[in-house]
């Protein structure tokens, strides 16, 4: 499979803990996008990546939330201390700087704290 | 500022009937405009994107929309409903303000298709 690849699907987790995200995009697109998304609305944008620089972070990040690219590749999203406001899915989608506007979006991760 | 307004938030049609999709814009610049779709447990898809060529485009699956600056509209359609387009469909258009383009997405238009 090509695609974007997102790991875990699901992860259950209780209030306080921290959990990571990976990301796998294609591999020939250098930009790098994470979204998140509950229930009835549309994917809120968080950040994004061309290669190994983080080029914007929107102002629904706050200080526990970080995300890295280190190698241009693969992407990890980190939630640290999590509070119950956090469950959502968490997508990750990826373009080429050709056609930058054309997003090819994994299956997302389902995030559920308790 | 752009925004994106989808019209409603629920379809229902009849297998073998056509689909309408509204969606309205809000744009100081000239638009690009997407549809994306959200099947259930798969990721998003592109289903079609106009970025100021012909006004009537064509996407995947039998759908298409077209553009109409008077009206701020990209209404997404489709002549005859299949029971595979239940999903879910994102109106988005395309932020150029500074110098970073952002996605901004409408709240989506859950379709459902009957038999």
């Known amino acids: 499979d090509t695609g974007v690849s997102q790991d875990p699907r699901h992860k259950i987790t209780k209030r306080g803990q921290n959990v990571t995200f990976r990301c796998d995009p294609i591999?020939?697109?250098?930009?790098l996008y994470w979204y998140r998304q509950t229930l009835g609305q549309g994917p809120e944008f968080l950040t994004y990546?061309?290669?190994?620089?983080?080029?914007?972070k929107s102002r629904l990040l706050s200080d526990r939330f970080s995300a890295e690219r280190p190698k241009g590749s693969f992407s990890t999203l980190e939630i640290q201390r999590t509070e119950q406001g956090d469950s959502a899915m968490y997508l990750c989608?990826?373009?080429?700087?050709?056609?930058?506007?054309?997003?090819?979006f994994g299956s997302g991760t389902q995030l559920s704290v308790l | 500022a752009q925004s994106v307004t989808q019209l409603d938030s629920h379809v229902s049609v009849s297998e073998g009937t056509p689909v309408l999709l509204r969606c309205n814009y809000s744009s100081s610049y000239s638009p690009s405009l997407f549809w994306y779709v959200q099947h259930p447990n798969k990721g998003l898809q592109l289903l079609l994107k106009?970025?100021?060529?012909a006004t009537l485009v064509k996407g995947i699956n039998g759908f298409e929309a077209e553009f109409k600056k008077s009206e701020t509209s990209f209404h997404l359609t489709k002549p005859s409903a299949h029971m595979s387009d239940a999903a879910e469909y994102f109106c988005v258009v395309s932020d150029r303000s500074g110098n970073n383009r952002k996605l901004i997405w409408g709240l989506g238009t859950s379709l459902a298709v009957n038999p």
């Open positions: 591999s020939e697109h250098n930009r």
């Open positions: 106009y970025t100021s060529a």
């Open positions: 989608a990826s373009s080429s700087t050709g056609e930058v506007e054309k997003l090819f």
């Open positions: 990546f061309q290669n190994e620089a983080q080029l914007e």
